[in-house]
């Protein structure tokens, strides 16, 4: 799967997803955070679906009906928790996320949010 991870998520959540066979972009290499919409937007143009720890990507893509292929937001999971949630997210979630829902996860809990259809 292609990901897109926020400069927010641990920088070792790329190894983890590269080493499971995804095609990994940490915005952290990048020289400079370009802020959140430009974030998505990247994703978007690069068919990625985006990792984050950050609500405000939920906001943009339903609120403001920004454009995205599939978020994924980490809440409350320590640095290491990360990316093994990551890994049984993509696995256990990938036709979701294919089909651009918004996921949540927790220590316990995964919500889904499906596409707006009438976007």
């Known amino acids: 799967m292609k990901l897109l991870l926020d400069t927010c998520v641990w920088g070792g959540v790329r190894k983890i997803l590269k080493d499971s066979g995804n095609d990994v972009i940490w ?19 690069e068919d990625r679906v985006l990792v984050t720890l950050d609500k405000d990507f939920g906001e943009l893509a339903i609120v403001q009906g920004k454009p995205h292929t599939g978020i994924v ?21 990938q036709d979701e996320l294919q089909s651009g829902s918004i996921v949540t996860v927790e220590l316990g809990r995964v919500r889904i949010r499906p596409p707006d259809k009438g976007r």
């Open 73 to 93: 937001r980490l809440v409350n999971l320590a640095s290491r928790q990360q990316g093994i949630a990551c890994q049984r997210v993509l696995k256990m979630y």
């Open 27 to 45: 915005a952290g290499d990048w020289p400079e955070d370009p802020g959140d919409e430009e974030i998505l937007a990247r994703a978007y143009e």
